[in-house]
């Protein structure tokens, strides 16, 4: 048998006496999961975050365009040719009730609010009925009209749409002829007429005003779909932050043919009047819950569940000890949560450990 040479024994053994030195040292220092005293270990601090007394909402915001719900259509005079003579709202613009859409041949056609369009004229001589009473309701609503609407085309009626021919710049006349009021759902809308300008010819097909005031359409997760219901309170905002409309969500109606990789297609109906016109990009808010007035709200990193999952609790940070408080949640936020507790602990300004020991 060789024997090896003598530097390189010397050598294996060094190598050998390192190693072994190295591996009890590592078994010292843990072992069973108990650290060894003489291993310096940062000291633990509490981290804490207090309670907060606040108004605390779940929103949702997406990315929305409007939407048509229904198109009025504008119709021509009966005598020919029915000529543009003025354009007061460009294409796209906002039209409110009260205000002049087109002018034909001089004469102006007028936006109102209402549901049933017009199928005769406003005259003296038209007899009582419901889309009298309509007129007078939207000649009220924009303040031409001090009575309260009685269906009867009497002398206040006759009054008021003369002041509302006054108010826009034209001769005073106590009559509409139905192809100058054009009744709009929502009392606001977008004028449509893509192809029309002053000295063409109006006709059945070039122009309509769009009630879009009410409707969204947006992109999101089916979890969110889900939570929609109506009441909602919902607000849409222009690009530029001002806003569009507010309301209650009416109704969200799903597109099943539309998925966009995790996201649902969602038309989102509102019961609001439009504030402005937009034709830029607009983004969708609604609230999926919120509290009355303000809570006490925790820090979601805070709050712990039982380890049988029967409840929740936090602890409180009392001068350098640590208490377990058990608490019920409320309105669940992304990054707050409502508590409460019969502990009187449990009060704003109170520190909760995030990392209890």
Known sequence: ??????????????????????????LT??????????????ERVAVTDPVTSELLRVTIRAPARLVPL????????????AVVSSMPMPNGGLVSSGEVILEVNGRPIFALHGLVPAWRDFNREATPGPDIEQLESALAEIGLLVQSPDRVMDEETVEAISALHAKTGYERDGTLERWQAVFL??????????????????????????SVALRAQVNL??????????????????????????????????????????????????????????????SLEIVLDETDGPVLTASA?????????????????????????????????????????????LTEGALLVLNPR
């Open 1 to 26: 048998m060789r024997r090896p040479k003598a530097g390189l024994l010397w050598l294996w053994l060094a190598g050998a006496l390192l190693l072994a030195v190295a591996g009890g040292a590592a």
């Open 29 to 42: 220092a843990v072992s069973g999961g108990t650290v060894d005293p003489r291993v310096d270990l940062p």
């Open 70 to 81: 229904r198109s009025t259509s504008i119709e021509p005079p009966p005598e020919s040719p």
């Open 185 to 210: 759902p929502s009392g606001v809308g977008f004028l449509d007429a893509p192809a029309l300008a002053v000295g063409e010819t109006l006709d059945d097909s070039v122009a309509s005003v769009g």
């Open 221 to 282: 997760p089916p979890s969110i779909v889900d939570q929609l219901v109506s009441g909602l309170d919902a607000f849409l905002t222009a690009g530029d932050g001002e806003p569009i409309a507010s309301g209650k969500l009416v109704e969200a109606t799903l597109d099943p043919e539309t998925l966009s990789g995790e996201l649902l297609t969602v038309f989102v109906e509102l019961d609001a009047p439009i504030l402005r016109s937009t034709n830029e990009s607009a």
């Open 301 to 345: 990193a805070s709050v712990f569940s039982d380890v049988v999952g029967s409840g929740y609790y936090v602890v409180i940070l009392e001068g350098e000890l640590e208490r377990r408080v058990t608490v019920e949640i409320g309105v669940v936020g992304p990054r707050r949560i409502e508590v409460t507790s019969n502990d009187p602990a």
